[in-house]
């Protein structure tokens, strides 16, 4: 059955499974915002994992923690903040530092973080796993996909939900969602080469 979302327009969701745990790996509010509203409102809960090692300075990491947990809170929903560790995070881009947006340090860095999503979906029995890296039009659908299938495949009992966030009228939701909330807005994806490459 379509989701009607607030901006009128259909949005079919189908969860792997029919499952109802969904573990959602969250980059930040402005590309959670339409995502969590539409589970939300559509009757589900998922839980919010937060793992992005990969943003660089630490503030701008609690910055966006903050902003997110705002968020949940807002929708009364659980987040799990995973432990921050850049030194790890910045070892998986050793070599790839002038690669240019969606080259192959995003595909990395997006390996690195739903890698551990998945390990504690694995660990705490969500048995789906999904990540709002999939709204922002300034990623890779395919490389977010490949990175969350492989993630997927290294453990046990967790299945990868491809869903396209950016269809069914959740981009433009998204946008207005930011201004409603007033949300820090950040200028670049997180890690240091992405700030210096705008």
């Known amino acids: 059955m379509p989701y009607l979302c607030r901006v009128k327009t259909a949005l079919h969701i189908e969860v792997p499974g029919g499952e109802s745990r969904i573990l959602?790996?969250?980059?930040?509010?402005?590309c959670s915002g339409a995502i969590v509203e539409c589970l939300t409102e559509?009757?589900?809960?998922?839980?919010?994992?937060y793992s992005?090692?990969?943003i660089y300075p630490q503030e701008e990491y609690l910055h966006r923690?903050?902003?997110?947990?705002?968020?949940?809170?807002k929708w009364g929903l659980e987040l799990v903040e995973d432990a921050?560790?850049?030194?790890d995070w910045d070892r998986c881009a050793v070599g790839l530092e002038?690669?240019?947006?969606?080259?192959?340090?995003?595909?990395?860095?997006?390996?690195?973080?739903?890698?551990?999503?998945?390990?504690y979906a694995s660990a705490n029995g969500f048995p789906v796993l999904t990540t709002t890296l999939a709204s922002s039009r300034?990623?890779?659908?395919?490389?977010?996909?490949e990175a969350g299938r492989w993630a997927c495949a290294q453990v046990e009992g967790v299945t990868w939900w491809?869903?396209?966030?950016?269809?069914?009228?959740?981009?433009?939701?998204?946008?207005?969602?930011l201004k409603e909330e007033n949300f820090y807005n950040q200028l670049y994806c997180g890690c240091e080469y992405s700030a210096h490459h705008q």
């Open 162 to 177: 491809d869903q396209n966030w950016r269809k069914g009228g959740l981009q433009e939701r998204r946008n207005q969602i």
């Open 65 to 73: 923690l903050e902003e997110c947990v705002r968020y949940a809170r």
């Open 84 to 87: 921050y560790d850049h030194a």
């Open 138 to 145: 300034w990623k890779s659908l395919e490389q977010v996909n």
């Open 42 to 49: 559509r009757g589900y809960r998922p839980v919010i994992f």
């Open 52 to 54: 992005n090692s990969n």
């Open 24 to 30: 959602l790996h969250a980059c930040c509010a402005p």
């Open 98 to 119: 002038q690669e240019p947006e969606r080259g192959s340090r995003c595909l990395a860095c997006f390996k690195f973080r739903l890698l551990r999503a998945a390990r």
